[in-house]
């Protein structure tokens, strides 16, 4: 009983959205163009359950492009309506299109000078009657056996808002670099935000040698870093090499004489490098992709190719960088 009533529900709600499709027309085209011509914002209004999918709608406009936010109508009546101007654009929610709240706000945003974009079930209603234009989210019955609680209509009215937002999303030729500068605490906006150079040890953080000390003063410095290596620099801070960690304790199996050679015996001569402008998902591809085994530093260098910081595996790993 329970799985049946469930696969009710979501059969109820996919049909709801199906019957949707027929109706992405030219009122829907009209909609689209109206807001990409839009000065202002969106100003996105619903009452209860219609107010909470106008929150996501206004969330979903916002993070693709579109400038948006989600006024509540009864808040409107008592001066919030003193955020919309002649510039906006009033994206209206209600299901039957009458509700009370809703009429209210109505004359004052006319008189504003807003357009109104009405999405509701009911083309005719006082709303739909009074809007510029009309998407019309009507199903034909709720997922509620009682027919009461608002399920499919607004599973419906959050996927047009969905198609909405999305062609916005394609007609504005918006972009993941977009997208991440309106998310930049998530993963994605740190893979395309987030650049080497805000992750690079640098400074006195930076570990380099000159080619005149030897391999046991580099393994001071390895340790005292922590970074697992050390850039090798000339006089003018350009990189001649680098020695790891690794290289040392291959060095180890072999005796300890090599310690007190010069670092540029034991150096890697043609180091992969970075520079600090790049993507730090870069880096990580470089040293996961690096051949024939991945390396866990990378030297940055400048156009001089002077050694101006290191990048380590974990300091990208630190920062969600995958």
């Not at 499919?152 to 999303?169: E, F, I, K, P, R």
């Not at 987030?194 to 953080?205: A, C, K, R």
Request: net charge neutral; charged share 20%; aromatic share 2%.
């Amino acid at each position: 009983m329970i799985i049946d009533q469930a696969r009710q529900v979501l059969e109820a709600e996919a049909e709801a959205i199906r019957s949707l499709i027929p109706r992405i027309n030219g009122e829907f085209t009209q909609a689209v163009n109206m807001i990409l011509a839009c000065k202002g914002r969106v100003i996105v209004t619903g009452m209860g359950k219609s107010g909470l999918i106008g929150k996501k709608i206004a969330a979903t406009l916002a993070s693709t492009g579109t400038p948006a936010f989600f006024l509540h109508p009864a808040e409107g009546v008592h001066g919030d309506l003193g955020m919309v101007t002649s510039e906006d654009i009033v994206l209206a929610i209600s299901n039957s299109g009458e509700t009370n709240e809703i009429i209210s706000i109505l004359p004052s945003i006319k008189r504003i000078g807003a357009r109104i974009i009405a999405m509701t079930g009911r083309p005719a209603s006082t709303l739909g009657k009074n809007s510029d234009l009309v998407l019309d989210v009507a199903v034909e019955k709720e997922a509620c056996p009682l027919g009461l609680a608002p399920t499919a209509s607004t599973t419906a009215t959050l996927a047009m808002g969905d198609a909405l937002a999305v062609a916005l999303l394609s007609e504005r030729k918006f972009t993941p670099e977009d997208f991440a500068l309106f998310h930049p605490g998530g993963s994605l906006g740190r893979k395309l935000l987030l650049t080497v150079e805000n992750v690079m040890h640098s400074g006195d953080d930076n570990p380099v040698v000159t080619p005149d000390k030897t391999v046991k003063e580099a393994l001071f410095v390895i340790t005292a870093k922590g970074l697992g290596a050390t850039s090798v620099v000339d006089a003018d801070g350009r990189l001649l090499g680098i020695i790891t960690d690794g290289d040392i304790r291959r060095g180890l199996e072999k005796g300890h004489d090599f310690l007190d050679k010069p670092v540029t015996a034991l150096m890697t001569r043609t180091p992969r490098t970075i520079t600090k402008d790049k993507l730090a998902a870069q880096a990580l591809n470089m040293m996961e992709k690096n051949k024939p085994r991945p390396i866990t530093v990378l030297p940055v260098v400048d156009e001089q190719y002077r050694a101006i910081g290191m990048i380590h595996l974990t300091d990208l790993l630190r920062q969600g960088v995958v």
